[in-house]
């Protein structure tokens, strides 16, 4: 793979040749390409010939350009994203008549709230087993299955009891999908748009948080709306199973298991081997995962013990967890999960309340949007250093607008609380799909389903103890208190961290992003504070184009 590498770092050389690249240099560059793409060929053919003995697989599609197949592999499977974000809006509009209806009392009101990310951490839990033994495609098509169990046993439950299994079975196949899916994009999608694409996931949440909150609003003058507005997502989940079943298995994982030919003719089908790039790519996952299962092999322990014992891994393990825990606990669940009930608390009524949430997704599903497009652009260090100060804004204008009083001035405590939520809820879109496009890809290949159930059980931990603790903490530190201390104090002290700390996975494959973190911390925190000081001399020098230039901050 390195040697792969050294050449096409070379050959991109030839864009620098006025700054002193001769032409002699030029020609030796474009004659160790054609022998290494030679080379490739090579190793292809072997593998192509092998292949033609392979049977055709039932509810196998194709297409004549690849590219055209790993859009619907990335929109069907991010589909699973829309049934995370359908609960998080549906149950805020059901809460409105649901404790009444099942005569909850607060606790067990807050159980309800919570039983989904709590059976989400039970979901991650059995997400290593599945991704392990039964794959990536396959443990989304369980998690369609559980979601949709839960969910039917959330329409007729008639009862606290009935109510709880339907939330807990239902988060258990969002924990299971949630870990799932990002990885499954980023194992199969090229690396230069890899960042983009896993954070369609992102884009899918905040799409199926907005509709959740427009089903809520069409239901909310029906008699016992609670039920058929949590029974309305199993349209989805159903559209999910059916479309699953018509999708690949992840090529990297075919890999990891030795079974090279269908890792192949899987490739052939999402990315094909029409250029460079993908034939450099594939062969790169073949090497690296072929030597990480060899290893594995001679050193015959738990894999997952590396993640104690193996600094690269452990690095990992560090990063990816601590940018969830800022995804989680700066707020956004516990807001989406109560927005009707503290829409209420500023004055409108129930039915307003329900419409005057969309205010709240809709800002967090159009601030999805500029990551989806720029993300690979500028980089996640520059992105996530960036849009995190942004919804520190908006918790700062929330928190000020719950300091008036809404009877006397309510054009100015439902202004200011609604700015802060658009302005908090944009930015926070943005943010939160590094929260899952990192975890999907700082892990190495053998170890990644372990890492993603560590990270997938801290995700909906974290969500669990913020979802359930949250009238508890607002109570006791007041609504100001709890946004602009607690949240924002969290938002504050993950600024710095990420300035010193934050490493760049931008453009790199999942094979050159295990180099990456196979560099000390030391490296890693060195570069980023000269990169840093440089910035701000840059801004006292009022050098703002470099400053906002997209160029990425590399290590």
Known sequence: MSERKDVEVLNDAHKEAPLGIDEDELQDLKADRELSEA?????LQQLEEQFQTLPTKRFQITFADPAYYTWVLVGFASMGGLLSGLDQSLISGANLSLPSALNLSDNQASLVNGGMPLGAVAGALILSPCNEYLGRRMSIIVSCILYTVGAALEAGAMNF???FAGRFILGTGVGLEGGTVPVYVAESVPSRIRGNLVSL?????????????AVAAIFIGVEGNWRYILGSSLVFSTILLVGMFFLPESPRYLMLKGREIEAYAVWKRIRGFNDYDSKDEFLGMRQAVSAEREEQAQTKKFAWMDFFTNPRARRALVYANIMIFLGQFTGVNAVMYYMSTLMQAIGFDNKTSVFMSLVGGGSLMLGTIPAVIYMERFGRRYWANVMLPGFFVGLI??????????????????????TGIIIYMGFMGSYACLTWVIPSEVFPTYLRHYGMTTADANLFLCS????YNFTRMMNSMTRIGLTLGFYGGIAVLGWFYQVIFMPET??????????????PTSVIVKK???????????????????VFSPEPLNV
């Open 464 to 467: 669990f103890i913020v979802t």
């Open 528 to 546: 980023n504070i000269k990169q840093t000081a440089q910035i701000a001399r840059d801004l006292a020098h009022f050098r703002l184009r470099k």
């Open 397 to 418: 204008l929330v928190g000020v607008g719950y300091t008036i009083d809404y009877q006397t001035r309510p054009a100015a405590a439902e202004g200011l609380y609604l």
């Open 39 to 43: 080379a490739m060929n090579s190793e």
């Open 161 to 163: 009891g009935m109510m």
């Open 201 to 213: 996931y992102q884009l899918n949440i905040a799409f199926g948080e907005v509709l959740g909150y």
């Open 506 to 519: 931008k453009n790199k494959s999942l094979e050159e992003i295990d180099e990456l973190f196979s560099k």
